[in-house]
């Protein structure tokens, strides 16, 4: 039998949010969210963790290719998130809030239908350093 491996690669994007309810007063939103319910928006340095697990192929000794990864999430998230005003500039996120959860979910259903080889097991998105989501497509 082929061993399974779960192979990584870590991705970074900046952008900006506003964490907010429109059905909520900015009063509310203010209390529910604190200073992420900014209304001229703030910015965050995010890291992506994308996670592939398969049987290492015998020929090439790779799960998928790193490399392949690396374009895969340039192509289909990064091209979308980076630099970008997530409330604004990407659709994915006009009546959904852009908090870290969404978006980890978000880059899941970007990428989960191109990952050629294996299959994607995990997305963890690093919104500050201290702070993470991971998602496994649940
Ligand atoms: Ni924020």
Redo the contacts with the bound molecule.
Sequence with gaps: MRPEVVVTRRAHFNAA?R?FNPALSDAENARLFGP?ANPNY?G?NYNLDVSVAGAVDPGTGYVIDVKTLKDLIETHVLSRFDHKNLNLDVPEFRDTNPTAENIAVACWRLLEPVVPAGRLARIVLW?TERNLVEYTGG
Excluded: G
């Design positions: 949010h964490l992420c703030h965050h919104e």
